[in-house]
């Protein structure tokens, strides 16, 4: 309840600071289908609550958990608490790799393959057969609908490298809902994946690639960068195998995020897909990264 209650203290924060939360922004990507089938895509400060009367000594005092209550002040030498950094509140998503990630990769064909709106118990563990059989991580941007009766693969995932994003708990159109519920589709799937796995996702990716001003500032005050994607796949449409594997083959180049899904539908196709372009991209020299999370 932790991180839902922080990021509704920020939305209470940004109430009367901000206008226009539900203005949308273009980006790349942006469309699709009906929710849950469509492509996922991807995501201000909060303020701290008041003290509480009749504390002992005068002091005040806050609710446990409350980034703003008092320490210990019994050892002199005990260390001060300092807050995890947040991100900057961005304007646009991140669409690919900077550069500088690439070489520090060591390669100059780095490439990242990410997969939204599961986990699927029918699709994903043939995905993850499939990285693992040739040593490669991806990231998984989870739908916390998906996630809450699979957390085994929330697990799974961790145990295997791969990096776990936040995909809203429903796959809604953000920019379609108001900031409240933006907030909680967010804050919820955030809170599912750090039950299961101990940490919570530090990527968010809008679904539809549909983002605006509110995604962005409830994104970051939950701790995430925003993540697209500049190679769609169009797996979501049930195209074939073939053609799934020719529009990753021709649109793979240094930087580019590969945009793929395992669940929202029948996915077979993906899971074959991948079997196939993987090796392929492979053996042309590209090597599949995950993305470096930019300095707070």
């Not at 309840?1 to 209470?12: D, E, H, Q, T």
């Not at 009749?54 to 050892?75: H, N, V």
Request: net charge neutral; aromatic share 6%.
């Amino acid at each position: 309840m932790l991180l839902r209650s922080a990021v509704f203290l920020g939305v209470a924060a940004a109430a009367g600071l901000l206008t226009g939360g539900e203005t949308d922004l273009p980006t790349p990507g942006a469309g699709g289908p009906a929710a849950g089938t469509g492509p996922g895509a991807v995501p201000g400060g909060a303020a701290g609550p008041g003290p509480l009367t009749g504390a002992p000594g005068g002091l005040p005092q806050f609710p446990r958990g409350s980034p703003y209550r008092l320490e210990p002040m019994t050892s002199e030498g005990a260390p001060e608490h300092v807050p995890a950094a947040k991100p900057a509140v961005r304007t646009r998503p991140i669409l690919e790799l900077p550069a500088d990630a690439q070489r520090e990769s060591g390669s100059a064909s780095a490439m990242t393959l990410t997969f939204d709106d599961g986990p699927d118990p029918r699709y994903t563990p043939a995905i993850l057969d499939t990285l693992a059989r040739h040593g490669v991580r991806a990231m998984f941007f989870v739908c916390g609908e998906m996630a809450v009766d699979n957390k085994d693969l929330l697990r799974r995932m961790v145990a295997e490298g791969h990096v776990i994003g936040n995909h809203t708990w429903t796959h809604p159109q953000l920019t379609k809902i108001s900031r409240p519920a933006m907030a909680s589709e967010i804050g919820r799937t955030s809170e599912v994946v750090q039950q299961a796995v101990g940490t919570a996702p530090q990527w968010f990716r809008a679904p539809y690639g549909a983002w605006n001003r509110a995604a962005f500032e409830i994104g970051a005050e939950l701790g995430m960068e925003p993540l697209a994607w500049t190679v769609d796949t169009l797996d979501w449409k049930e195209p074939g195998t073939v053609s799934i594997v020719s529009r990753v083959l021709k649109q793979a180049a240094p930087g580019v995020i590969v945009l793929n899904h395992d669940a929202g539908g029948d996915r077979s196709q993906s899971v074959q897909a991948l079997a196939s372009y993987l090796p392929q991209l492979l053996g042309r020299g590209f090597r599949m990264t995950l993305p470096e999370l930019p300095s707070r």
